[in-house]
């Protein structure tokens, strides 16, 4: 049946390529949607250049002071950036789609030639069965497959990383950073007043209502 299949037509031999070729692109999303929601689920320890490039990014513009006010668009921008095998990740989901239409439009287009032509009916009933199990075949595959929910949460892993994680990260690190700036002022104005001080006990003495208004000041300031 197979090789009778094979040598009817061209179009039959068209068909089965646009099938292979879909089932080649099929495999390649499948294994790169698992790969991309597994390291986005753990983006702090992931090595994946996007991400990594992604997490730079954000880090960036919170260091100049650019807010992201819609974490969502930043998200989804740098998600179309993302290739896959050197091409982009909406190529293969396009092609995967193409395949199948050309699969029926294939089968179609054959039935029709081999009527045309005053083939037998059963080389026309083939080609065009061969061309619609082969679409429904590949959009079965697409129905198992579920790009769109398979992106939706691969998006929601950065974006969630982005707003909760990352965020309250840089967060933290400014307000220690603030801290450590804070103590350092405190510690040298302590200095100050110290060396003040002593200056002014060798040069003169300190009398109390200059020692009452130092003390004031480094309350209020320590307060």
Not at 93 to 106: D, N, P
Not at 162 to 169: A, K, M, P, T
Request: with cysteine.
């Amino acid at each position: 049946m197979l090789e009778f299949i094979m040598g009817n037509t061209a179009f039959v031999k068209a068909i089965m390529v646009c099938c292979v070729l879909g089932i080649i692109s099929w495999m390649v999303l499948t294994f790169s949607y698992r790969s991309m929601i597994k390291a986005s689920g753990q983006i702090g320890k992931t090595r994946k250049k996007w991400l990594v490039s992604l997490k730079k990014k954000y880090e960036d513009y919170h260091e100049m002071d650019v807010k992201v006010n819609n974490v969502e668009t930043f998200v989804d921008k740098c998600f179309r950036k993302k290739r896959i095998c050197g091409l982009p990740c909406a190529f293969w989901k396009t092609f995967y789609h193409m395949m199948i239409a050309l699969c029926a439009v294939i089968g179609a287009a054959g039935a029709l030639a081999a009527s045309q032509r005053g083939g037998d009916l059963s080389s026309v009933i083939i080609t065009y069965i061969t061309g619609v199990m082969a679409a429904v075949g590949l959009w079965f595959f697409d129905i198992l497959l579920r790009p769109e929910e398979k992106e939706h949460r691969i998006k929601m892993n950065m974006n969630d990383y982005l707003e909760n994680v990352l965020e309250n990260s840089m967060e933290e690190k400014d307000g220690e950073a603030e801290g450590r700036v804070s103590r350092e002022q405190k510690r040298r104005l302590v200095c100050y007043a110290r060396e003040n001080s002593r200056r002014k006990i060798k040069e003169e003495p300190v009398s109390l209502e200059e020692k009452q208004v130092l003390e004031d000041v480094l309350q209020q300031f320590f307060a």
